[in-house]
């Protein structure tokens, strides 16, 4: 009997890992497994959250996957883990390939004026999270856009502006689309690059992904 690779996604900021449901990897080689975002504990760091989301972990090894500031995330719970291998879709691999908005939203502080509470508007938090407010998307960013929690909102907002980490991981695997507008190639090094590929590339550019991943997991 072949043993299965355990494969764990993790959705962006805010969504649930209904994100990754047109994702199919081949059964006979692939066990997959959703992660899902919690309401973080009061003055929760990143790391110690990360740790908490790796209980969650149930094999050795597992290869992580996440999108976004779920690919934040996934880099901070390989601190805590051992990976078979780490890849992120549509992030950043340290707080250098930030753009340029964020860093001054850091140094100003502005993040915290950010008004959060109106984030539970669905069209606000598509912005926020996925890049875009185009209403015609609006159902469709009502199905994915899960979590609205303003506790875990601040937090999120908070932990991209002020992540510490300045170099990427050795062996990391960055696949980002050349049109993404949250965090924009000219300031990415070393990816994968999706032609035409926006930051909801996980839902729309998902046969590349299908096409393209297993082979990119099974890479030694």
């Known amino acids: 009997m072949v043993l299965k690779i355990p494969v764990y996604f993790m959705p962006g900021m805010a969504a649930s890992s209904t994100i990754f449901e047109n994702i199919n ?3 006979d080689q692939f066990e997959v497994f959703l992660l ?3 309401v973080p504990n009061d003055k929760e760091t990143l790391s110690e959250y990360a740790k908490r989301m790796t209980q969650k972990i149930k094999h050795e090894n597992p290869v992580l996957i996440g999108v976004s500031f779920g690919g934040i995330l996934v880099q901070e719970m390989s601190n805590h883990i051992q990976v078979r291998k780490l890849i992120i879709i549509s992030s ?4 250098k390939e930030l753009p340029r908005r964020m860093k ?16 539970s508007n669905v069209e606000v938090l598509a ?3 996925f890049g875009d407010s185009v209403s015609k998307r609006i159902q469709l960013y009502e199905k994915y856009l899960k979590m609205r929690d303003k506790k875990y909102l601040d937090w999120a907002i908070e932990n991209v502006i002020l992540w510490k980490q300045t170099e990427p991981k050795i062996g990391i695997v960055h696949i980002h689309g050349d ?3 949250v965090f924009p190639v000219k300031h990415i090094k070393d990816y994968i690059p999706v032609k035409n590929g926006t930051h909801i590339m996980i839902i729309n550019k998902y046969k590349w992904l299908n096409e393209n991943l297993p082979k990119i997991i099974l890479e030694n």
Do not use: C, G, H
């Open 127 to 129: 912005k926020y999270a």
């Open 36 to 38: 899902e975002w919690f």
């Open 25 to 27: 990897l081949p059964e």
């Open 104 to 119: 001054v939203a850091k140094q100003t502080m502005a993040y915290k004026l950010i008004p959060t509470r109106l984030l």
């Open 179 to 181: 049109k993404d507008e």
């Open 92 to 95: 950043v691999k340290s707080n």
